[in-house]
């Protein structure tokens, strides 16, 4: 698990660890059941606080997206692939149609979604 964070980004870092420890469940490439590294051991390598990493974690954890166990670890509770997800694609599709309508470019479109995003 790779994980990179700007400290000059424009997002907070836990929001940064959050948010790539997310997609790389949604991607697949953190499967159901995965052990993620403990708080200490992720902050110490991207070198961050403890609690940086520990509220990425908590908010991930509200997502039902990891579970702690305790002593046994943090675990990944699902791959959360939305390919499939008819909410997403209806909206999506929302998307599509009223930036049609309004004469939107798909460039304009994207960069919209990316700042709400």
């Excluded at 606080?49 to 908590?58: C, D, E, S």
């Excluded at 991930?60 to 909410?87: C, K, P, Q, W, Y």
């Excluded at 309004?102 to 919209?112: D, K, M, R, V």
Aim: net charge neutral; hydrophobic share 45%.
């Amino acid at each position: 698990m790779i994980i990179l964070v700007d400290p000059a980004g424009a997002q907070p870092p836990y929001e940064q660890v959050k948010e790539q420890i997310d997609g790389l469940i949604r991607s697949g490439e953190l499967a159901q059941g995965t052990r993620l590294p403990t708080v200490r051991q992720l902050a110490g390598e991207l070198g961050l606080a403890v609690n940086t990493v520990a509220r990425a974690y908590k908010e991930l954890e509200a997502d039902r997206m990891i579970e702690t166990r305790g002593r046994n670890g943090t675990f990944v509770l699902a791959s959360r692939s939305h390919t499939n997800d008819a909410g997403t694609a209806a909206a999506a599709t929302a998307l599509v149609r009223a930036a049609k309508e309004a004469g939107i470019s798909l460039a304009e479109a994207t960069e919209i979604l990316r700042r709400a995003w």
